[in-house]
């Protein structure tokens, strides 16, 4: 028997470099760029416990989940942590972490996720990271959920440790991925006695076994399909164009919005556009409707729809559209309002079909950047 996915000629070390130099061109950056052999918590947890120790004062942004879960690593790794816990709803500000430095001037690390696809908001990267920048602290950041859907651009910005997947907006392999490293995040990482070492947590092993050795020879057997799936994803985001890209996701963000508004009965659980994420819309439900139910029976119409309740605490009230990669399309949007619409109107709530019809396809042609109205 043979199989396409079966018997394939080993991935070279070549081969490998040429995928992380593509990946490096993706994100504009100079840095080292290493291709991780796992889902993007491997370079999330991996980074943190390389440059995180007991000297470590950090500041941990909080807009959603991820950054919670930022914050327990940094203390699992006995570092001082100060979080900066921002209302869900929202997005932080690059003077609140300037208040932040102001308060604590010894913070000599920050942590922040781009985009909380879990939430629906995003945070203003470039802004943040000029003030990290002037402060002179390492700056990590969760950019999975952004990539593709918005610029990641961790050089211009001042990121140190730059994590990312393709799984998302990308519309690529959720097996593998990736982190940039600047100079001087190697240089805190080795002097960190702490920082993971013979460990598949371990930046630092394939610093010394890869790319100190000119990438010549793999340290360990790679993640073979996962790689050329990653090759694949590149190449058709390449292809496309990233603005064209972008553009299919900030138009089904802001048709998503618009449609949920004119539709009734739903409210973007982010209160500000501006603060709302490319790659998914939360939507906040009634507070007499569960959100699990109604998405529930959303999905009975058409299971395909990507439509998914809140994590946790946030199951009985938000609602995700999760309109990325392959579904960042007006057709999606549609559908998933359709849905929604008809599981509202089962309940007796007002839900008006045809006016979020008609809003989606008026804020899809809107040229980006025009705001919207919800007034």
């Keep these: 028997m043979t199989h396409p996915f079966l018997d394939l000629a080993p991935l070279s070390a070549g081969r490998f470099a040429a995928i992380e130099d593509r990946v490096a061109r993706l994100l504009g950056t100079a840095q080292d760029v290493v291709v991780m052999q796992g889902e993007a918590l491997l370079p999330l947890e991996g980074a943190i416990r390389a440059a995180a120790g007991p000297g470590t004062v950090a500041l941990n942004i909080v807009t959603g989940p991820y950054g919670q879960t930022f914050g327990n690593w940094l203390r699992d790794c006995g570092a ?14 690059a003077e609140q972490v300037r208040r932040a430095f102001a308060e604590h001037p010894e913070i000599d690390f920050v942590s922040l996720v781009h985009a909380e696809a879990a939430t629906g908001n995003t945070n203003p990267v470039a802004e943040v990271g000029e003030v990290v920048r002037a402060h002179g602290a390492l700056f990590y950041l969760d950019a999975v959920a952004s990539v593709g859907a918005e610029p990641v651009l961790p050089d211009a910005w001042g990121v140190d440790l730059c994590v990312i997947g393709a799984q998302k ?10 982190v940039s490293v600047s100079e001087r995040a190697w240089a805190r ?6 920082a993971p070492r013979r460990s598949y947590l371990s930046l630092l092993d394939w610093k010394e076994r890869w790319i100190d050795g000119g990438r010549k020879a793999l340290p360990h057997a790679p993640a073979q399909l996962e790689m050329l799936a990653l090759q694949a994803c590149v190449e058709r985001f390449e292809a496309e164009g990233a603005g064209t890209v972008m553009a299919r996701h900030a138009s089904a963000a802001a048709a998503t919005r618009a449609g949920a508004l004119a539709l009734g009965g739903l409210e973007p659980y982010v209160y500000e556009a501006r603060d709302a994420a490319p790659v998914a819309t939360t939507l906040r439900t009634p507070s007499d ?3 699990s139910a109604l998405v529930a029976r959303a999905l009975e119409s058409d299971p395909a729809l990507p439509l998914a309740a809140g994590g946790g605490a946030l199951a009985g009230e938000m609602i995700r559209v999760n309109h990325y990669g392959p579904d ?15 599981a509202l109107a089962e309940r007796g709530l007002k839900a008006d079909l045809e006016a979020a019809r008609r809003a989606v396809e008026e804020a ?9 109205s919800e007034g």
Excluded: I, K, Y
């Design 289 to 291: 409707v569960d959100a």
């Design 80 to 93: 001082t942590v100060h979080d900066l816990a921002v209302p869900f709803h929202a997005a932080v500000s």
């Design 364 to 372: 899809w042609e809107r040229p980006a950047g025009t705001g919207l």
């Design 189 to 194: 990482m080795a002097a960190n006695p702490n």
């Design 169 to 178: 907006a990308m519309g690529g392999p959720a097996g593998v991925s990736a």
């Design 328 to 342: 960042a399309t007006r057709g999606a949007v549609q559908g998933c309002l359709a849905a929604l619409g008809a």
